[in-house]
């Protein structure tokens, strides 16, 4: 009797909570549903499910106590190691579930599995039970602020050993590697110059990308309105982008800080004339963006900010630097500057304005429209599925 061919199923393993918006969780909700749309299996473990997409498993208790864990290390208790803490509650109800997938599909299953939570232990379990693991790698990895802080007067950024450790393991035993941006890329071919890195790019929502094709901006260089979205965060530059602020900005120019705040920044805001900062909170960005003129986002580390993808998307120029991983260009889309600097992002607010911001915006639309969620995930399927 001829033996059934086995069937492949993905198994998906990512902290981060699945279709919420601002998270890594956003982009797997449109992976996901790529997935179901052409019926490929998938069992995926998360930290919560906020989209209406089957086969997610997690524990909701765990998970609120994760989310608080990591509030109180960014805002009260700087010193601790949030991360390690949050990591530590996910891998405990993570080993528990993929032993119920492994239990559920080992005998009829070829298993490929999509790693987004680095581990050793659960490295070592996929490896010996001879899965082929695909390690997504969202932001540059702790080595990079290892080298930053050795480098620089001002360790903004925490490395923490015990992360550093666990993300070489997984690297350096995983099959595959994705990455979102050349600054990434760079990163882990440095840690690990035999890996197998993939760069797949983000992108963005085609539908939004559409209804703002007709948008035809008109910049007064007298008052510009530059806006920044994320978490307000000295990983994000945004301390040195207030103090370069309040040095070189005109009178009638506005900086849009939109996000939530740590408390540091929070006094820092305090210690500045905020006449010409406004500080909306969460927004939604593809209607805010629409009354702005500039992007401004001077990160010390990312992967690939979507918030750079989505400005584009709207047309405006941007001033971003290269560790955020963004498609732009420096003098096409916008400008390219140093990270960790006042002095740059000082120099780019004034340079700026004597650019054409008009044709830097068009580019930038021209550019962003070469990347959408869709291509993203048929690459992303491609590697699993293409060998």
Request: hydrophobic fraction near 40%.
């Amino acid at each position: 009797m001829q033996s059934r061919k086995k069937q492949k199923v993905t198994l998906i393993v990512i902290n981060s909570i699945i279709g919420r918006k601002g998270n890594i969780g956003l982009r797997y909700s449109y992976l996901l549903s790529s997935f179901l749309s052409e019926n490929i299996e998938y069992f995926c473990i998360a930290r919560g499910n906020q989209s209406k997409l089957p086969h997610i498993y997690y524990f909701p208790f765990l998970s609120y106590v994760q989310r608080g864990i990591i509030y109180l290390s960014k805002n009260y208790f700087l010193k601790l190691n949030g991360r390690k803490f949050d990591s530590f509650l996910f891998k405990i109800y993570a080993v528990i579930l993929c032993l119920l997938f492994f239990i559920r599909y080992r005998k009829r299953s070829d298993i490929d599995v999509l790693l987004v939570e680095p581990s050793i232990f659960m490295m070592k379990i996929f490896k010996r039970l001879k899965c082929n693991v695909i390690v997504d790698i969202p932001i540059a990895p702790a080595n990079y602020v290892k080298r930053l802080n050795t480098s620089s007067k001002n360790n903004v950024l925490i490395f923490n050993e015990y992360i550093d450790k666990v993300e070489k393991f997984t690297l350096l035993n995983a099959d595959e590697i994705i990455v979102p941006s050349a600054f990434v890329e760079s990163e882990i071919r440095a840690l690990c110059p035999n890996a197998n890195v993939h760069l797949i790019p983000f992108g963005v929502d085609l539908k939004l990308l559409e209804k703002n094709r007709s948008i035809s901006r008109e910049y007064n260089n007298e008052g510009l309105k530059f806006v920044f979205a994320g978490n307000l965060s000295k990983r994000k530059g945004v301390d040195l982008l207030i103090k370069a602020w309040v040095k070189v900005a005109s009178p009638k120019d506005e900086l849009h800080l939109c996000g939530n705040a740590t408390r540091e920044i929070v006094a820092l805001l305090d210690d500045v004339s905020k006449s010409n900062i406004i500080t909306p909170g969460f927004v939604d960005t593809f209607q805010y963006f629409q009354n702005c003129d500039v992007y401004i986002f001077p990160s010390l580390s990312e992967g690939s900010s979507k918030s750079v993808y989505e400005a584009m998307s709207c047309k405006l120029p941007c001033i971003v630097t290269y560790e955020s991983g963004s498609i732009v260009t420096d003098g096409l889309e916008g400008l390219v500057i140093a990270s960790n600097s006042i002095s740059a992002i000082e120099n780019a607010i004034t340079n700026i304005r004597n650019s054409n911001l008009s044709a830097m915006g068009d580019n930038a639309f021209i550019t962003v429209s070469k990347y959408s969620w869709k291509k993203y995930c048929q690459q992303v399927k491609e590697l699993i599925y293409g060998r």
